[in-house]
């Protein structure tokens, strides 16, 4: 990003002072190093500035009121407005990289190495990546190869050098959407393309709009301070960047014709050819596309493998989430009775909570701690007598393969989640065999987030994937499929390969706040890309089968 001293009278507008207010965001956080209110605050204001008049002329007093505009950033807009400028983006701006936020991420980044990647003119991650290869990273004060082998292989993540990560592009398509929607009341926002599908990686952004008046849509989306850029085609198209630097199309559509755009620019092309549709046929519904074909509607995951679709794993099928934190955990944000209630909400007739135990790197419950938290577990069956609520934990796997409760503790619980939080590193073999071991272990009912890949953060461990297939087969131990959008783990392809090796799964939210139980529909449209069918999902059994298949784990113990 490009900034100039300070911006000319004509150009002190809201979209551009939004750009300056993101980067502001953007050098303050990677100043700050940890998580920095000041950094969120900035980036919420962004999404609150199309409230204010195109040129930012406002009473202060009226600029309170949007909500997301507080006082700091009043006379944040107050500066912009008299000096063209922001003197704290001035004295930061140019002493990080352009593409901070990314680069920031990477394992034992700081503050001070980030100026001097950027004193070596390093400003991208294609920039970094070239100075791996020179070996121009050498210059870096405490970054020897190791580091750098390990910088190289998360920025080698992804298939293109300008995709981002499922869960980044999911993130910036929701707010986006729910920004027209507030802004545009009456007309129909959905988030098709690659977030739809549930694509790991993301090149753009697809946004389908069903609207009456297209160019009131354009016409807001050109002045509007949400996005970094815009540009418009005749009538029906609106392309932009977001200030998180990702490419998105709005694709404006008529009403009558909403569910044929909706099919189309979800796609993939491939599917949409072999439908032979046109784009204006006029089919309002998604479903109406499918009947005039004469197919069932395909969840749109799997219209990526469409002949996968057919008696896949629907999420009405789902009867409990078997991986729920609450605040017992240290990054646990609900209580859980709140947990519970969600749980009702959906549906669900029954819910496993999964504290993390005290192996866990920031800590956790010990054996004292499960048995303290027992008292609130039947305090909120109590509370909800129609929720069957079982007493477990997300036990941490050590480097053998070992867990880091004791038997007793174990047998104590009602249901156990083992998860690998470490040792990311082991070579093949030792983490074959440590998860192997693991899965074998007789307390153990799910293997969580099985490969231990985060997209875009961190590749998977190295590690044969079959090995574990048969041993989880051989024992009856499911394996997880993730929902979180940073870890879809397994993989669909994973995920197919383990169901044809005979593994159970189970599809879990693993949620750490109300919000994310949502992410139980990414871990179903996994399952349905893979095809996988509702009788090897062990949380789509009804409550008297599961807690057969429960007690029968449990004999072994």
Not at 535 to 550: C, K, M, Q, R, T
Request: net charge negative; aromatic share 6%.
């Amino acid at each position: 990003m490009r900034l100039s001293d300070s911006a000319p009278p004509d150009r002190r507008t809201r979209r551009e002072f939004a750009r300056r207010l993101w980067r502001l965001a953007e050098v303050v956080q990677a100043a700050d190093r940890r998580r920095s209110f000041r950094a969120r605050a900035f980036r919420a204001a962004v999404w609150s500035l199309d409230s204010l008049p195109a040129d930012l002329d406002a009473p202060p007093d009226a600029m309170r009121r949007v909500e997301g505009i507080g006082e700091g950033i009043v006379r944040l807009i107050e500066e912009f407005r008299t000096t063209g400028t922001l003197a704290e983006l001035q004295r930061l701006h140019p002493r990080f990289p352009a593409e901070v936020q990314k680069l920031s991420r990477l394992p034992r980044m700081t503050p001070a190495r980030l100026e001097e990647l950027k004193a070596l003119g390093v400003d991208t991650v294609t920039d970094l990546a070239a100075a791996i290869d020179t070996g121009a990273y050498t210059i870096v004060d405490g970054i020897g190869p190791a580091t750098a082998e390990k910088w190289a292989a998360i920025l080698a993540l992804g298939p293109s050098p300008g995709a981002v990560p499922a869960h980044q592009a999911s993130v910036t398509a929701s707010m986006l959407r729910r920004h027209l929607e507030r802004h545009l009341p009456g007309d129909e926002v959905r988030v098709a393309g690659a977030v739809r599908r549930l694509d790991e990686w993301v090149d753009r952004i697809d946004l389908v709009v069903a609207t009456d008046d297209p160019a009131r849509i354009v016409g807001f989306l050109e002045d509007s301070a949400a996005v970094a850029s815009t540009a418009s085609e005749p009538g029906w198209a609106v392309d932009l960047v977001t200030h998180d630097r990702i490419p998105a199309a709005v694709r404006l559509t008529d009403r009558q014709a909403a569910g044929t755009a909706l099919v189309r620019w979800t796609g993939p092309d491939e599917h949409v050819r072999s439908l032979g549709i046109s784009d204006d046929a006029p089919h309002r519904t998604e479903e109406d596309v499918y009947r005039w074909v004469g197919m069932p509607p395909i969840p749109a995951p799997a219209r990526v493998r469409p002949d996968a679709a057919a008696g896949s794993i629907r999420l009405e099928d789902v009867r409990g989430d078997l991986h729920v934190h609450t605040d017992w955990s240290p990054d646990g944000h609900m209580s859980l009775v709140e947990a519970g209630e969600r749980a009702l909400a959906r549906g669900y007739e029954y819910l496993v909570v999964t504290d993390h135990t005290f192996g866990l790197r920031f800590g956790g419950l010990d054996a004292a701690g499960l048995r303290r938290q027992r008292r609130i577990v039947e305090e909120a069956r109590r509370l909800l007598p129609s929720l069957h609520i079982l007493h477990g934990a997300e036990v941490n796997i050590d480097a053998e393969g070992g867990i880091d409760l004791d038997d007793e503790t174990l047998a104590f619980l009602d249901f156990v989640v083992a998860g690998a939080h470490s040792h990311f590193d082991l070579p093949r073999d030792l983490q074959t065999a440590r998860l192997v071991t693991a899965v074998g272990h007789p307390a153990v009912d799910v293997l969580a987030h099985p490969t231990g890949r985060r997209i875009g953060i961190r590749p998977g461990f190295d590690v044969d994937l079959r090995a574990v297939f048969e041993a989880a087969a051989e024992t009856g131990t499911a394996l997880e499929v993730n929902g979180h959008r940073d870890r879809m783990d397994l993989s669909a392809d994973f995920a197919s390969e383990a169901a044809r090796a005979g593994v159970r799964l189970a599809a879990d939210s693993d949620t750490h706040r109300p919000a994310e139980f949502d992410n139980m529909a990414v871990a179903v449209g996994i399952m349905q890309r893979a095809g996988v069918r509702r009788d090897g999902v062990v949380n789509a059994a009804p409550l008297d089968s599961f807690l057969a298949w429960i007690e029968q784990r449990r004999s072994r113990l």
